[in-house]
Each structure stands twice: as structure tokens, then as C-alpha cells.
């Protein structure tokens, strides 16, 4: 299974989640593809309910892990999708990594 996104070409291998987060994973794409409020998809994907943070053990874990990449991802798109996040270009993305 794998996390992709076609604008940026973010692709995310998700074959190492558990069974719960994998659940967790679809029904986030569920919300997502439904544009779902950005600010409630934040509270539902990264909030305390989130299997995220269940088993980890540093907040380096979590950042790291496939299912926050995505899901941090989904949450950016959401927020450029309802204007509530500027788009960047991609010039300016390349100028500041330079």
C-alpha cells in the first residue's frame, strides 16, 4: 500500500503499518477525498484519537512515521485545497532548497 501524491510526487510506502493504522489510513483518505473541514481533519488525523502516537515512544518516532507523513500531507492539501494555505511555486521551493 502507498500514500501518493500526483502534485508533488510525494509517494509513501504504508506496507509496514498494523492493521489498526492501516484502518485508520482509509478512513482518512475517506475524509479527504470527501474534503473534509482542514481544521477537523487535523483534529481526527493528528489528535489524541490518532493510532499515531499508540506504542511510540519519542516525538522523533512520530514525526518519521508513514502514517504521520501522509496524513500531514493529506492535512497540507486540505488547507491549500480550502485557501486556507498558500500554494507554493515550485521555483520558490527550488530557490529555498538551494
Do not use: C
Not at 22 to 32: D, G, T
Not at 78 to 84: D, H, K, N, P, V
Not at 90 to 97: C, F, H, I, N, P
Request: hydrophobic letters at 40%.
Amino acid at each position: 500500500m502507498e500514500y501518493v501524491n500526483s502534485e508533488t510526487g510525494l509517494n509513501i510506502k504504508l506496507d509496514s503499518l498494523t492493521n489498526v493504522e492501516k484502518a485508520f489510513y482509509q478512513r482518512a483518505l475517506e475524509n479527504f477525498r470527501q474534503n473534509m473541514n482542514w481544521l477537523d481533519f487535523d483534529e481526527f488525523a493528528l489528535g489524541m484519537q490518532s493510532p499515531l502516537y499508540f506504542g511510540k515512544r519519542s516525538h522523533h518516532e512520530v514525526l518519521h512515521h508513514p502514517l504521520f507523513l501522509a496524513l500531514k500531507d493529506m492535512s497540507l492539501q486540505l488547507g491549500i485545497r480550502q485557501g486556507m494555505i498558500a500554494k507554493s511555486k515550485q521555483k520558490k521551493e527550488q530557490r529555498a532548497l538551494a
